[in-house]
């Protein structure tokens, strides 16, 4: 299910919060496939694939 705007970061946030790396960043693409320049959207996908070892695509997103 693909969630846009408040929905879908809210829900990012929320799997971040309980540490939920793969939801967060499953969450943060699918939003991004609706808006690319999302920008909580791309700082939230850079923290969960900071957690998830990926530093090349946490450094991708996070100096958009």
């Not at 693909?2 to 499953?26: D, F, M, P, R, T």
């Not at 693409?29 to 900071?50: H, W």
Request: proline residues 2%.
């Amino acid at each position: 299910r693909s969630l846009g705007g408040a929905g879908a970061g809210a829900s990012i946030a929320a799997y971040l919060k309980l540490e939920q790396w793969v939801e967060a960043n499953a969450c943060a693409d699918s939003a991004l496939e609706v808006e690319p320049k999302n920008t909580k959207a791309l700082f939230r996908r850079g923290m969960a694939r900071k957690h998830l070892q990926d530093a090349a695509g946490a450094k991708k997103d996070l100096l958009m």
